[in-house]
């Protein structure tokens, strides 16, 4: 297939914000792929493969301005002004090839195969001398393309290709392009558990839909994990649980899937990140712990004090990313533990569907606590007075509330979805919204007086997931400590857009845009009625959204949350309508 086609309908995506308009452009575009379907897939997701690959083309803007300057003839300087100007890598690579002598253009034809090779040349060179291969394989491309496709190819490689077309959105595409829509749920619940769009496409294309329709969790292949729904009190848990249900600690953690399979282990981030390289200890323990043919675990890892016992919070943990050298030391003075509380394969079995106390017994019966794998600690109750009890036991011991879980017979590991099988409750925030909410940074307003030179606020939203859209809900501007706050501009420099990004909605206009990328957590005061911001704009009041008042920075950053994984608008709608109830109770 060749790239032009791409390039053309990527430039039609981007002129439209309408969701349908984007998935029938991208239907068509399916359907003119050949073999290539997988990696035509990877590049309209802008990468090179799925998440857990990890696969990346190391290439930096610095880089691609080196090889720009060098294919052109024309001073870096020159150039890096020019790209200060345009704001834009991709817009900066296609104004240089406009530029370039047209003698030295087209000696390949550029097919997305030959494109999807070199990016994976990129991604694979290591050592010394990677740099200029890599740099020679950007430059064959910039003289083999049109300034068109230069243009993309290069916001492919540098990640920033903004058409604005999420997972969910080529997902959609692929089931109206190779499927009948009657399994879309099947279809969406396969990739759930085997999140590799390429391999969905092309399975479901060549007529092999038996191996996607039913498809459960695979050993070493990461899934999307099952998140909690939220409420504020015991009695409303247990009301809607049917009176009983179990309850686990809610530790505060890092998410950690654990897969082994023939004396070999992976471990996998809540965003589905292999993190085995920075929990060697983990990993050497798993082979001791479980005499198992294979198994995929889902629990949460925990740094302790070893002298005491006591758990560290989660910030601890982070000390362990991005230092690879320093692990072992790390991993010494501070270890892990991991809390288990799922089981969703054994032995060749895929036990997704099997009710949770099943799950749970298996996972008892499996293997014996040791410094590094232990049960979450639970009970299971249907009185009011003793889940208080634990709870605040809990609390004591370093946690941040508890999960509640279902025990009925459908109680199945709903991988990717947040339900009702399981809900979470935090710790009070006294007279604060009960839960911590997980906002995208969309764009920021300069900074005034003390806060010259940096941002003044934030621009926050939630993600719509039936539209596929960003919707602002605050602007933030206080919980920073003077470090973060003045490093703002440099932390968000990469995700500045010229433009309003296509899936951003907003009535207010910043001074800068972001695309959205980055995820914070937030506790605020109440949700109200604003006539100002589009978060479930209409839903309470008609020409309203919602807000958060007085929100705060907690002081974490989201690394784990992609922009979709926020607080959802539906999720705001329903916390506006809970802290009214509880609001009219109050007063009754
Ligand atoms: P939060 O910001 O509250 O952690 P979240 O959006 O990350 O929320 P939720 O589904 O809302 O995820 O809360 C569940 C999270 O709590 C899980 O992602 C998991 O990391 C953590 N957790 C800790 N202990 C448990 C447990 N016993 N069962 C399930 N999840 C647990």
Same mark, same amino acid.
């Given at each position: ?160 290709? +903004? ?27 396969? !990739? ?58 809610? !530790? ?198 003390? +806060? ?137």
């Amino acid at each position: 297939m060749l790239f032009s086609v791409v390039a053309d309908a990527f430039e039609k995506m981007e002129n439209t914000t309408k969701r349908l308009e984007l998935t029938d452009l991208l239907v068509n575009l399916l359907k003119t792929a050949d073999d290539d379907l997988p990696l035509l897939v990877y590049l309209v997701q802008g990468k090179l493969g799925p998440d857990y690959l990890g696969l990346e083309t190391q290439m930096s803007d610095k880089l691609i301005l080196k090889a720009l300057s060098t294919a052109s003839n024309i001073s870096e300087e020159e150039i890096e002004k020019e790209y200060t100007k345009l704001g834009d890598i991709g817009s900066l690579a296609r104004e240089m090839a406009e530029r370039r002598s047209m003698s030295t253009l087209m000696k390949v034809e550029l097919t997305v195969k030959y494109i999807h090779d070199s990016l994976m040349k990129m991604a694979r060179s290591s050592g010394s001398g990677s740099t200029k291969s890599r740099i020679d394989a950007y430059m064959d491309l910039f003289l083999n393309s049109t300034p068109k496709e230069i243009m993309y190819i290069t916001r492919i490689i540098t990640g920033k290709l +903004r058409v604005g077309i999420s997972d969910a959105t080529i997902l959609d595409a692929i089931i109206k392009a190779f499927s009948d829509e009657k399994y879309a749920e099947d279809i969406e619940n396969a !990739y759930n558990f085997h999140p590799d769009l390429g391999y969905i496409a092309s399975e479901l294309r060549n007529g092999n839909s038996q191996n996607i329709i039913g498809l459960g969790p695979t050993p070493m292949i990461p899934f999307k994990v099952m998140l909690a729904e939220r409420l504020r009190s015991v009695e409303e848990i247990l009301e809607k649980m049917g009176g009983r249900c179990a309850f686990e600690y809610k !530790y505060d953690g890092m998410r950690t899937q654990t897969h082994i399979e023939k004396g070999n282990v992976r471990l996998f981030s809540r965003g589905n990140e292999e993190t085995t390289n920075q929990f060697p200890d983990i990993r050497k323990a798993a082979l001791e712990t479980f005499k198992v043919d294979s198994a995929i675990l889902d629990g949460e890892a925990v740094p302790y004090d070893p002298d005491t016992g006591e758990l560290y919070p989660f910030q601890a943990i982070s000390h362990r990313r991005g230092r690879k050298h320093d692990v072992d030391k790390v991993s010494s003075e501070i270890p892990i533990t991991v809390f288990l509380f799922d089981i969703v394969y054994l032995n060749g079995k895929d036990l997704s569907k099997t009710p949770y106390s099943q799950r749970r017994s298996i996972l008892e019966s499996l293997f014996k606590e040791n410094d590094n794998f232990r049960l979450a600690k639970r009970i299971e109750s249907g009185d009011q007075a003793e889940v208080h009890r634990f709870f605040n036991q809990a609390i004591e011991d370093g946690c941040e509330g508890l999960v509640a879980k279902s025990l009925s017979q459908d109680s199945v590991y709903k991988a990717g979805a947040r339900g009702w099988l399981w809900i979470k409750l935090k710790r009070d925030y006294q007279a604060q919204l009960w839960d911590t909410l997980d906002l995208t940074v969309v764009g920021a307003f300069y900074g005034h007086g003390r +806060r010259k030179g940096t941002y003044g606020a934030l621009l926050l939203a939630t993600y719509n997931d039936k539209n596929d859209t960003f919707e602002t809900v605050c602007k933030l501007g206080s919980g920073f400590s003077d470090d973060v706050l003045f490093s703002l501009p440099k932390k968000f420099e990469k995700y500045v857009s010229k433009e309003k990004p296509a899936r951003v909605v907003s009535n207010l206009e910043p001074d800068v845009w972001f695309c959205p990328e980055v995820v914070m957590e937030v506790i605020g005061a109440e949700i109200t009625v604003s006539p100002v911001h589009t978060c479930a704009y209409g839903e309470i009041e008609k020409d309203s959204g919602l807000s958060v008042r007085f929100p705060r920075f907690t002081g974490k950053w989201r690394e784990d949350k992609k922009p979709e994984d926020s607080t959802t608008s539906r999720e705001i709608l329903e916390m506006y309508k809970e802290q009214k109830k509880t609001l009219t109770e109050e007063k009754s």
